[in-house]
Antibody, heavy 116, light 109 residues
């Protein structure tokens, strides 16, 4: 079955960067896109960006342009999302999802806390 | 930037039909998708491509789309359907940028 297992919770200081990993199994990693979505506590879902693991092509929401980078390592079926210049408003649960034009199956989420 | 608009809350009694709407200017050209999210859990896809139901999703969940509005219908809502529901679509720029609606809290009691 499709599984997406994300890395553990992170605590970062304002101005730092965070890199969250998402290890895929149960399907051919390069055959489906990966989306990243975040959710602040008590708030709604916010789409951040996508990546085609086969080509490495990416696309980002305008809000995160210049601050987010999505990459992959196909040899270990793992995608990464790096967010830089962190501020307190970036405190949220970050999800990866297998996608084919839309998010299908989701990882368990990674809590990133930004605090001084 | 492109936006999808949902009502913040919908409330029904068990066994009644719940309807949650999602409006967006690009919906006549783009599919709508619906996700259910229960407290503390990751979202689950319940409707894709406007009206298709993934395997394992109960038949009481259905979707439709007309013009600039998509609708998720839960026929005979049950207590376990109480959750937040989000619509999702993409903008019409061709850049594959996704967007979620603000979410609707469905209360069944």
């Amino acid at each position: 079955q499709v599984q997406l297992v994300q890395s553990g919770a992170e605590v970062k200081k304002p101005g730092a960067s965070v890199k969250v990993s998402c290890k895929a199994s149960g399907y051919t990693f390069t055959s489906y896109d990966i989306n990243w979505v975040r959710q602040a506590t008590g708030q709604g879902l916010e789409w951040m960006g996508w990546m085609n693991p086969n080509s490495g092509n990416t696309g980002y929401a305008q809000k995160f342009q210049g601050r987010v980078t999505i990459t992959r390592n196909t040899s270990i079926s793992t995608a990464y999302m790096e967010l830089s210049s962190l501020r307190s408003e970036d405190t949220a649960v970050y999800y990866c999802a297998r996608a084919s034009g839309y998010p299908r199956e989701w990882g368990q989420g990674t809590l990133v806390t930004v605090s001084s | 930037s492109y936006e999808l608009t949902q009502p913040p809350s919908v409330s029904v009694s068990p066994g009644q039909t719940a309807r949650i709407t999602c409006s967006g200017d690009a919906l006549p050209k783009k599919y709508a998708y619906w996700y259910q999210q229960k407290s503390g859990q990751a979202p689950v896809l319940v409707i894709y491509e406007d009206s298709k139901r993934p395997s394992g999703i109960p038949e009481r969940f259905s979707g439709s789309s007309s013009g600039t509005m998509a609708t998720l219908t839960i026929s005979g809502a049950q207590v376990e359907d109480e959750a937040d529901y989000y619509c999702y679509s993409t903008d019409s720029s061709g850049n594959h940028r996704g967007v979620f609606g603000g979410g609707t809290k469905l209360t069944v009691l």
